[in-house]
């Protein structure tokens, strides 16, 4: 299992490495926001604080995305992320 830690909604949860962060945040009612759920909108921008590479890597398209949204290190967007440890992850919301 995975710790995930969603700190805008103080939410810590132990996930199975696999779990889609979109999937995870809509079975928690967390306060991130989702769109398109394609990495195309951008609405999911968030920073991730630490376990980055405990994370799926970018696709193409969510590449493409932060670039045109100007996100900065660290920053990734929500609805395509996958959790797959083995360590712990936290997630805040960008400042
Ligand atoms: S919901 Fe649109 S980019 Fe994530």
């Known amino acids: 299992m995975v710790k995930l830690t969603l ?3 103080n939410i810590t949860k132990d ?29 999911c921008l968030v920073q991730v604080v630490s376990g ?6 970018p696709t193409e398209q ?4 932060l670039k045109m949204l100007g996100a900065k290190k660290g920053q990734r967007l ?12 936290v997630i805040d919301s960008i400042d």
Not at 16 to 39: D, Q, W, Y
Request: glycine content about 16%.
């Open 15 to 43: 996930v199975k490495p696999g779990t889609g962060l979109m999937a995870f945040c809509e079975e928690v009612g967390s306060s991130i926001a989702f769109g398109c759920g394609t990495g195309v909108c951008g609405v």
């Open 7 to 9: 700190k805008m909604d």
């Open 78 to 89: 929500a609805c395509q992320i996958t959790i797959q440890g083995p360590g712990e992850v």
């Open 62 to 65: 969510e590449s493409e995305s």
């Open 52 to 57: 980055m590479e405990n994370l799926s890597k």
